[in-house]
């Protein structure tokens, strides 16, 4: 049987197997690993209830609190996208990441304040939420997070094999004479993707785990993606991991 595996996946054992253990110490908190995937999925309610959508982007301009580790667990549970941004990166370089995701939403800590203001005027249509306190022109957290908590999702609606899925991944990502490294350990799912980034328009290098060694016939499957490739017009090259 096919499961698919996610961070998701993962909260729920550790909330069922380990309901009462401290999973997160934050500062002074310390949060149940129940606690925290409840705190999850109130995060997610909040997200939906604010309009983002699956295949959406939620930017996070934060230290490594445990708001951070809520969203790599919330976001994904309503299908939307994770961009978290890089603390020590000065705002000019933040600029060109956040302006090509084009988040629907962005946390931040209040430190990181004039950075956001250096932002704002490139991403119209994007909601600011403060993370701790209040600030002029943005929502607050806490206020955001005084909900219920929203259902947990079933997983198994997940197809993580989707090649239609990879695509669209890839034609987001990719333009014409960009460049994409594909890595995994999977050759089916490896070479699904390798294939649509060069269809979105990307020359591809394809990384296999002992690309040599795994054979197909005599020609191994890194090869045989490569040609591939080269038939979508594409230029491809197998690296050994």
Do not use: W
């Given at each position: ?81 994770l961009v978290p941004l890089n603390v020590r990166l000065h705002a000019a370089e933040m600029l060109r990441i956040v302006a090509h995701c084009s988040p629907k939403v962005l946390f931040y800590e209040p ?131």
């Open positions: 049987m096919f499961v698919p595996l996610t961070p998701i996946r993962c909260l729920m054992r550790a909330a069922d197997q380990y309901p009462r253990k401290v999973g997160v110490v934050c500062g002074e908190a310390r949060i149940t690993y129940q606690d925290f995937e409840r705190h999850c999925r109130i995060f997610a309610g909040a997200l939906r209830e604010i309009g983002v959508g699956a295949g959406e982007r939620v930017a996070v301009l934060s230290f490594n609190t445990r708001v951070l580790l809520e969203a790599y667990f919330a976001v994904p549970m309503i299908g939307a996208v430190d990181f304040s004039a950075t956001v203001n250096e932002l704002r005027e490139s991403i119209p249509g994007c909601r600011f939420i403060v993370i701790d306190g209040e600030q002029k022109g943005a929502d607050t957290f806490d206020r955001l997070m005084n909900r219920e908590p929203i259902p947990l999702p079933d997983l198994f609606s997940i197809d993580e094999q989707a090649i239609e899925n990879n695509r669209r991944v890839a034609e987001r990502f990719s333009m014409t004479g960009r460049k994409a490294l594909v890595t995994g350990g999977s050759v089916s799912i490896g070479r699904e993707i390798a294939l649509a980034f060069a269809d979105a328009g990307a020359d591809v290098a394809i990384q296999y785990a002992r690309a040599a060694d795994i054979a197909v016939g005599r020609t191994s499957a890194a090869e045989e993606t490569v040609a591939a490739i080269a038939g979508r017009g594409r230029m491809g090259v197998a690296i050994d991991a």
